[in-house]
């Protein structure tokens, strides 16, 4: 390059005897600009950046806006200038077709060189190579990828730059129900999802009686898994949202939030080489364990199946349940005690190689089993959960929602305690199951079950458990994804409680919809956050 001062005279100038023509430069060179060899700057047998002679020579453009340059010619042509490599901004990305991976585009054009001679960019995560170009588009798995760009330009200089890309696993839609959290004595709801399609997670409490917002409490970037609510352990007699994430480098992390001030009360690690599947709080409701305790249970590549317990707030351990190889998990739950020792039980449920059903029970102090208790291996189970007593003995019941291979769908329900098969429950073979929730009917106990047909029709079919009574069909818009189905006490004064179905719309966003378990009356819609 050759520096310039640029000179505002209105006449022509000409050049010195040492040249017999004038010289041309650019129109769109500013005052203390340099001059570059891209610049064609030309007259007098020679041009680019190396000049015979010597002294001081004036250029000047010859069309309107005239621009005028004084410098100081040189034999010599000046060093070149390494370039200065720009990755862009930090960016995050969504894996919204839930295949492990997403498209992303690199952004290296805030690029820039004073020779203007960048020849290439390259892009390199783990030292690999993988892309070239400015604008590449490249395919990153979900996680944190830390990814540095290199630009060299002609004269062989060059410069890195490195840019954080995070790509969130497909967003999870957790939500789950939670006492009154604004006084006004109606049952609420928390509702937690990817805020804004990209960027952190955020709990949503609502009312329950009309949806309205209460408070939102951060959950930060990690992937939210798991979430449940625990009893107060922080003394406001609020509950704990308890949540499960798992970080960058594949850490299990269980944080406590308080729902009435939003702070954070506890946090405490599980293995990270194993996969959760169910957080279960422990409400120690027979004072056995001496506090309230969160259970994650876990599974591993071995098939190892297990539970950890920790207490709450403070995170100690209080020990590991194991739970066997033999069948493979498909859902967990806790009931009441029934081994008198005080402490709630952890139930695994699962299938094993013959196709039996077995639903394993072990006390969550000491993981010594109290009972194993096996359903009908004909209907292979969908959904699994554990309900309050329905035959008036205390000890909750257990529920297996399977479906046969003609397409029969049923719930066995069996006594925690005794194994004692209590009722067998039929649904409409048309409408397959996607979700289910316990219903308090004033009739009795009571068993939602989401299903959706060939049709594409969506349905809930509410039914007594006692006597196979169907109580209520309610209609869902099949538009709104399948993700939560929850049920509420009654809001509306018909004395029947409500069902809340939650679930991602085409657009992203989350949508909730209420309606009464019975009548089917929608209460309210809304749309998060």
């Given at each position: 390059t050759v520096a310039a001062a640029l000179d505002t005279k209105p006449e022509v100038v000409t050049v010195g005897p040492i040249m017999e023509d004038r010289y041309r430069i650019p129109n769109n060179r500013a005052p203390g600009d340099t001059l570059r060899s891209s610049d064609q700057v030309y007259g007098g047998g020679a041009s680019g950046v190396t000049w015979g002679g010597g002294g001081e020579t004036n250029l000047y453009s010859e069309s309107e806006p005239f621009t005028y340059a004084r410098f100081t010619v040189s034999d010599t042509p000046p060093e070149p200038t390494a370039p200065i490599a720009n990755a862009g901004q930090d960016q995050s990305a969504v894996d919204r077709d839930d295949d492990g991976s997403e498209d992303v585009t690199l952004d290296g054009s805030a690029s820039s060189d004073a020779d203007e001679d960048i020849e290439s960019y390259e892009w390199r995560e783990n030292g690999e190579v993988i892309a070239r170009g400015v604008n590449p588009n490249v395919i990153l798995d979900t996680g944190l990828h830390t990814i540095e760009l290199t630009v060299t330009d002609a004269a062989g200089l060059s410069d890195t730059d490195t840019v954080k890309v995070r790509v969130f696993a497909k967003p999870v839609n957790l939500a789950v129900a939670m006492p009154d959290a604004n006084g006004n004595g109606s049952e609420?709801?928390?509702?937690?999802?990817?805020?804004?399609?990209?960027?952190?997670?955020?709990?949503?409490?609502?009312?329950?009686?009309?949806?309205?917002?209460?408070?939102?409490?951060?959950?930060?970037?990690a992937q939210l898994r798991l979430m449940t609510t625990l009893q107060d352990v922080s003394g406001n007699s609020r509950p704990e949202l308890t949540v499960l994430t798992r970080g960058d480098n594949d850490a299990v992390l269980v944080r406590l939030f308080d729902t009435g001030n939003r702070k954070l009360v506890g946090k405490f690690n599980y293995r990270k080489n194993l996969e959760p599947i169910a957080l279960l709080a422990l409400n120690d409701r027979q004072k056995g364990l001496g506090s309230r305790a969160v259970a994650v249970v876990q599974t591993g590549s071995d098939g190892t199946v297990q539970a950890q317990v920790r207490r709450a707030p403070s995170g100690e351990n209080v020990g590991t349940v194991g739970f066997g190889k033999a069948y493979e998990p498909v859902g967990a739950a806790t009931v009441r005690d029934i081994d008198g020792a005080g402490v709630d039980e952890i139930v695994v449920f699962g299938v094993n190689a013959e196709g039996k059903v077995r639903a394993q029970l072990r006390d969550a102090l000491t993981g010594k089993q109290v009972a194993a208790h096996f359903f009908d291996p004909d209907f292979p189970p969908v959904l699994v959960t554990a309900i309050p007593s329905m035959n008036n003995n205390v000890t909750d019941e257990l529920v297996v929602l399977g479906v046969d291979d003609t397409g029969r769908i049923r719930a066995e329900v069996r006594d925690s305690?005794?194994?004692?098969?209590?009722?067998?429950?039929?649904?409409?073979?048309?409408?397959?199951?996607?979700?289910?929730?316990?219903?308090?009917?004033?009739?009795?106990?009571?068993?939602?079950?989401?299903?959706?047909?060939?049709?594409?029709?969506?349905?809930?079919?509410?039914?007594?458990?006692?006597?196979?009574?169907?109580?209520?069909?309610?209609?869902?818009?099949?538009?709104?994804?399948a993700d939560n189905l929850l049920s509420l006490d009654d809001a509306d004064g018909d004395g029947s409680p409500e069902l809340l179905l939650s679930g991602e719309l085409a657009s992203?966003?989350?949508?909730?919809?209420?309606?009464?378990?019975?009548?089917?009356?929608?209460?309210?819609?809304?749309?998060?956050?």
């Open positions: 609420d709801f928390v509702q937690a999802l990817l805020a804004g399609g990209v960027g952190k997670y955020k709990a949503f409490i609502r009312d329950g009686a009309d949806g309205s917002a209460i408070r939102a409490i951060g959950l930060g970037t305690k005794t194994g004692k098969q209590l009722a067998t429950v039929p649904y409409d073979k048309q409408f397959p199951p996607l979700l289910m929730s316990y219903v308090a009917h004033p009739d009795g106990a009571a068993l939602a079950v989401l299903g959706e047909n060939s049709a594409g029709k969506r349905q809930s079919r509410t039914k007594l458990l006692a006597t196979n009574e169907t109580v209520g069909v309610v209609p869902f818009p099949p538009s709104l994804g992203g966003k989350i949508r909730v919809i209420a309606k009464d378990a019975v009548t089917g009356t929608e209460l309210y819609r809304k749309t998060l956050p």
